[in-house]
């Protein structure tokens, strides 16, 4: 790609490797969601006082104001600096802020999108519910409208981050007699808010981020809502599509730098029958070269999807075509890893390891619609089929 960049994009980015270069924090970023809180909000209030937040926000609400191609650069340099996982700040910076800019009001924009960059709150997402997962439009979590309030009673389910956040995106029913697809509203849920309550939920791999949240008459103001009432789903499709798209950017060029850790393990390591290194092995090299192009394939599909968006504003349901290459990518070279590893994958796989992320890459292909889902968004609306 350097050979592609403009002066101004590689000065950009020169300043971004220099920058990041010097501040990257020394310490590593605690496992534990409860413990990270302190650390991610630190690090991006950081960033937030160097100017290097929110890159492709808009100025006048904190960020750089600058080009998609310039966050994508901007993503690649901090991969490479080994910077920490955006953590806990995930929906806040890549599915909150983002459909707050591009569905919210001026009041809406002015009052939440600064703290967001300035590291000082932490947002989760209220989407999926215990029957309406994939089937998103089939949730029954009500709101009633009550003179200035929403009146909130239902359950929620998979909300990352649930137990730290501050705020919270919310879909609720708030006409039930409308289409499956209508009737539905996005707020802004404050989860301080009396009646609600947090449950944490431990995956497989020992993962407690995902929490389970239950609404008990919870009463939120009616200039929580973003958009229109009973128009949340248009909404939705707005935070989903960046969610689907780019907001797994930073995280694929992330992969791209594991997938040569994993051939540089393979190479410095003796395989099981001491006579050579592991990639010796004709089907590790064949994994690790497969993987590689993939890896590859998959940078090219996101540089013509931030393009897109760049002149659309959103990633659109291009996001999805990404987000499904990406998730099972994730898988592939996980267990890659695991396989390169050997009898060692077993000795350790706490958060951080790679038998960890491989553990916790089965959910990938469900979060943000699983991949049924992306293979039926592609199929419709970009190709045009019938709907199945």
């Known amino acids: 790609m350097d050979g592609h960049l403009t002066k101004e994009d590689q000065e950009f980015a020169a300043e971004a490797r220099e920058w990041l270069h010097a501040n990257v924090p020394s310490e590593p970023r605690p496992p534990v969601p409860t413990d990270a809180r302190e650390y991610d909000l630190a690090w991006q209030r950081t960033m937030y006082d160097a100017g290097w937040a929110g890159i492709a926000w808009p100025s006048e609400y904190g960020g750089r104001g600058s080009s998609l191609l310039h966050q994508i650069i901007w ?20 599915h909150g802020g983002p459909t707050i800019i591009a569905r919210g009001s001026d009041e809406q924009k002015a009052e939440y999108l600064p703290p967001i960059l300035r590291g000082e709150v932490v947002w989760c997402q209220g989407f999926s519910e215990p029957n309406a997962g994939s089937d998103l439009a089939s949730l029954t979590t009500r709101g009633v409208v009550d003179g200035d309030d929403v009146v909130v009673t239902g359950q929620k389910i998979w909300t990352s981050y649930g137990n730290v956040a501050d705020y919270q995106e919310l879909l609720v029913r708030t006409d039930p007699t409308a ?210």
């Open 179 to 388: 289409p499956k697809h209508g009737g539905i509203s996005w707020f802004i849920c404050d989860m301080k808010t009396r009646g609600i309550e947090v449950r944490p939920i431990r995956t497989m791999a020992d993962s407690p981020d995902f929490c389970e949240v239950f609404y008990d008459d919870v009463r939120i103001p009616m200039a929580n809502l973003v958009g229109k009432l009973n128009d949340g789903w248009s909404v939705a499709k707005s935070t989903l599509s960046f969610e689907r798209g780019t907001a797994y950017v930073a995280q694929q060029i992330d992969l791209a730098r594991i997938v040569e850790n994993i051939i540089e393990y393979a190479k410095s390591h003796k395989n099981r029958a001491g006579a050579g290194c592991v990639i010796d092995d004709d089907e590790v090299m064949r994994e690790l070269a497969t993987i590689r192009s993939e890896v590859t394939a998959m940078r090219a599909l996101t540089y013509l999807m931030v393009t897109r968006a760049e002149v659309n504003g959103e990633p659109g349901p291009a996001g999805s075509m990404v987000r499904l290459f990406f998730t099972q990518l994730q898988q592939r070279v996980f267990r890659a890893a695991v396989h390169v590893m050997g009898r060692d994958a077993y000795q350790d796989v706490t958060n951080g390891t790679w038998p960890f992320y491989y553990l916790h890459s089965y959910s990938r292909t469900i979060a943000g619609g699983t991949k049924e889902i992306q293979r039926n968004i592609i199929s419709e609306r970009m190709l045009g089929l019938p709907r199945s």
């Open 75 to 94: 993503h690649e340099e901090y991969a490479r600096a080994d910077a920490p996982y955006v953590g806990v700040c995930f929906v806040g910076l890549n």
